[in-house]
């Protein structure tokens, strides 16, 4: 099929989530993944595209789809079918990424394994995921697993099991918090801000289970106690995004306001004044701060950037 009928025949592409959130993976190599797929679908019986009419569809140079296509291979996303000195076809293991069934996965990881899925040693070792079991009673929590995803994130750690999956899961841990352990609310988020200004909490803490945890063994008792610095000692704790904005010159509450004013009319199409709680003072770093927070953790989303930062400022005008 030639090229210019592709603009005819094809549709769009579809890229799952599995290869979407696969940190493994740069972005031109998803998006050669969604063709090769979708070409494997069209042409029936594979993809016959050679290098210079893929790197023709997706505008990039020859060089680097030989390099993709590697990649995409050595992870078992694809597969050379065939090559017969002229004519090579290749395959998408597309089938295999979303039936996830055991024959069907086994032909995958000969070449390599496909999720980089591991959650903490006390939870289960399934890599399979399973919707976590959740209750309304647990719901009402949901705004403390996204506080303490926010936080994990701006430490600086690559998070190993997609966030969204994972609200519902430690929404349980934080209600039984509440309910049997005797917290309240304030005093969750008040330890999730504590533990995440230390230094050496901050690298512990990785799952609300793992939190709730350490918290009744008492371990959190001298957190504020650690975190201060003896005098004239010089400390050596990195510097968190909100303070290397605060490094550079100009107001940095002021910044983020403008990025969220952008962000706003880009998303919603409409004047942030029609919105009664957006921000009004960009000084008050009280209110910009947790802002900010909220866009460095879902950079790149600004739909769902946009959803949070709204939540936020619901729950805390409410």
């Known amino acids: 099929m030639k090229y210019a009928d592709l603009q005819f025949e094809m ?12 940190e493994s993976l740069s972005p031109t190599e998803k998006l050669l993944f969604a063709e090769i797929d979708a070409l494997d679908k069209l042409e029936k019986g594979g ?8 790197a023709k569809l997706i505008g990039i140079k020859v060089r680097q789809v030989q390099q993709c296509i590697s990649n995409l291979k050595k992870h078992g996303f694809i597969k ?17 990424v979303i039936r996830g069934a055991e024959n069907c996965m086994s032909a995958i990881q000969e070449t390599a394994p496909l999720f980089h899925i591991r959650e903490e040693k006390e939870e289960s070792s399934d890599t399979s995921y399973q919707k976590p079991k959740t209750t309304k009673s647990a719901e009402k929590y949901h705004y403390l697993s ?10 600086g750690t690559q998070m190993k ?47 609300a289970s793992k939190m709730r945890k350490h918290w009744n063994e008492g371990k959190f008792d001298r957190l504020k106690d650690s975190q201060n610095t003896q005098e004239g000692q010089v400390s050596t704790k990195a510097l968190t995004p909100w303070e290397e904005l605060c490094r550079d010159s100009g107001d940095p509450g002021q910044r983020v306001w403008d990025k969220l004013v952008k962000l706003w ?38 739909k769902e950037t946009l959803k949070k930062i709204k939540e936020h400022l619901e729950r805390s005008n409410g």
């Open 47 to 54: 993809c016959f595209a050679g290098n210079d009419r893929l």
């Open 265 to 302: 009319e880009s998303v919603e199409g409409k004047s942030w004044q029609e919105y009664q709680l957006f921000p009004q003072n960009p000084s008050d770093v009280k209110v910009m701060k947790p802002i900010f927070e909220i866009m460095y953790a879902h950079n790149g989303d600004f």
């Open 161 to 207: 099991i997609i966030p969204e999956k994972l609200i519902p899961k430690w929404a349980q841990d934080f209600r039984l918090m509440v309910e049997q352990d005797k917290k309240t609310e304030k005093q969750i988020e008040n330890i999730i801000e504590e533990i995440f200004a230390d230094s050496f909490w901050s690298k512990q803490v990785r799952c």
């Open 146 to 155: 996204e506080l303490l995803i926010t936080k994990i994130k701006l430490s």
């Open 11 to 22: 549709k769009g592409v579809y890229i799952p989530s599995e290869i979407l959130f696969n």
């Open 80 to 96: 050379q079918s065939s090559f017969n000195g002229r004519q090579r076809v290749l395959n998408s293991n597309l089938k295999y």
